[in-house]
DNA sequence: GCCAACGTTGGC
DNA sequence: GCCAACGTTGGC
């Protein structure tokens, strides 16, 4: 693990269970981010998210839809404790104790957008062509963004703060 | 709440 | 290992 450049993600959440608010009011703004329960997500989390690279944290089921502000990876991945929790959400059942397969990292919440960058601003916007969020039945929890896509958001983000 | 898309499960 | 049934995701 020798790769020092950067990397972007996008993690996507139901603000209903975690907000971009909720991860700001966490002590020192470091939260958690556990349940995700894909492998391909998963390995995601395991082999590739890195401690600074950068996370769009993105609202999915939710008034409106989008990009919700920004965080940093500030752990990379560690055993999701809440699937061998039963009291938990995040219980997996089949989850054995001495091989749990499922990860989280830990993020630093760093700015939340005056506005939403929505869904359908991102759909509209030519600069984020290819993003994979915008792709019609992208069901993954955790995706790679270019430092190109990065940019983009994080422009139209602070855009709609000035109104 | 609907339902398309996609991942997972399990019978064979 | 195929693939139909089932479950989940997530935009609308």
Redesign the pocket.
């Given at each position: 693990m020798s790769k020092t450049r950067r990397r972007y993600w996008l993690f996507?959440t139901?603000p209903q269970t975690y907000s971009i608010a909720d991860l700001a009011a966490e002590a020192g703004g470091v939260g958690r981010w556990d349940g995700v329960?894909?492998?391909?997500a998963r390995n995601l989390l395991r082999d590739e998210v890195q401690v600074g690279d950068g996370v769009l944290v993105?609202h999915?089921?939710?008034d409106v839809?989008g990009v919700a502000g920004v965080a940093r990876v500030v752990r990379a991945g560690y055993v999701d404790p809440t699937q061998l929790d039963p009291e938990s959400s995040g219980f997996d059942r089949?989850a054995r104790p001495e091989a749990p397969p499922w990860v989280s990292v830990d993020l630093r919440h760093e700015e939340t957008f005056g506005e939403i960058v929505a869904?359908?601003a991102m759909?509209a916007d030519a600069r984020l062509a290819g993003m994979l969020?915008i792709?019609?039945?992208?069901?993954?929890?955790i995706q790679p963004v270019t430092p190109e896509h990065w940019r983009r958001v994080l422009v139209l983000g602070r855009r709609a703060v000035a109104t």
């Open positions: 996507k139901e329960r894909n492998y391909q993105y999915s089921s939710a839809i089949r869904m359908a759909r969020v792709k019609r039945g992208q069901r993954l929890s």
